[in-house]
């Protein structure tokens, strides 16, 4: 025990009488000395196998890690309730080519309808094509078409059709398909052609 304490207070007197700690503040070696007890205090030793304090006091001081540890162990229940509550609303994207799906305009600022009046979704578009499981890219038509492509699937919804009876004065849209979005492509990539030659 002695050999630990003097190993311990000579590490602290090698600088002199006055040292300076990793943050520049000066020290004298004296003021070490209650957290330097408090560490070979709780420090479990090999003889025994308990720590000098349990076996002289019959308990261990609170450090800072005990409540840190506890913290940590109260947090643990409330992250796996946050995960299953997460893991009932959260679902991946189900998404397959060719489904008709509508697009949030969240993001749209120019299309020429007040903010208030804007729909939320715009469509039903075809998906032409998937990027992973996180991007689509659909057909865009009308004033959309100069909009870019590709979106999240955070921003999309599947299409549901309106059931004609309940909606007999409704206009069904009639979307684009694989095929007809595949034209616009080509067709839009022949009139740009035709704009480089002339």
Known sequence: MIQTLEEMIRRCCAYGIEFKDSDGF???????IPALEL??????HYSTGQTPAMLGKGWNPRLPA???????IDIHPTASSFKIMLDKSHKGADFKV???VLVSTLNFNNIKVPKKLKDYYVGPFVI??????NLVQVGLSGELENKHPTFPVSLIKPYKPAD????PLRNPTTPLTVTSVEQNEEKKGKESHQRKES
């Open 26 to 32: 000066t020290h004298d070696w004296c003021t070490l």
């Open 164 to 167: 004609e009876e309940l909606f």
């Open 128 to 133: 032409v094509s998937l990027h992973g499981t």
């Open 66 to 72: 005990h409540k840190m540890r506890k913290d940590l």
């Open 98 to 100: 060719g489904d008709l």
């Open 39 to 44: 560490a070979y205090e709780t420090s479990v």
